[in-house]
Nanobody, 125 residues
Framework: QVQLVESGGGLVQAGGSLRLSCAAS????????MGWFRQVLGKERAFVAT????????YYSDAVKGRFTISRDNAKNTVYLQMNNLKPEDTAIYFC??????????????????WGRGTQVTVSS
């Protein structure tokens, strides 16, 4: 089992920045990809970014490419999502996810085994 806990969400004005954190615990050695998804009420969970813990490969959705950066702190078993130049359409609950399988660039929720409870990000115009 892997436990994931997100933090860092909040309310920010358009053009501002936030940094989300995802702290992992448990069987973290079985982790391969760690990703971020977001969900708006009434819509499906959407891919934001993913990162291969051992290989370092990263991949971003077109909606956030150039504005968001995923990174990690090995010592803290933590993955970060730095979000710059935020837009109102970025408003959503952001979820951290992990998979023990070595997929090729997993960008759909069904590829991930473990999920955090989410953190709310609200961007005002």
């Amino acid at each position: 089992q892997v436990q994931l806990v997100e933090s860092g969400g909040g309310l920010v004005q358009a053009g501002g920045s936030l940094r989300l954190s995802c702290a992992a615990s448990g069987r973290t050695l079985s982790r391969n990809y760690m990703g971020w998804f977001r969900q708006v009420l009434g819509k499906e969970r959407a891919f934001v970014a993913t990162f291969h813990w051992n290989g370092g490969n990263t991949y971003y959705s077109d909606a956030v490419k150039g504005r968001f950066t995923i990174s990690r702190d090995n010592a803290k078993n933590t993955v970060y999502l730095q979000m710059n130049n935020l837009k109102p359409e970025d408003t959503a609950i952001y979820f951290c996810a992990s998979t023990s399988k070595d997929w090729v660039l997993p960008t759909t929720p069904d590829r991930y085994d473990y999920w955090g409870r989410g953190t709310q990000v609200t961007v005002s115009s």
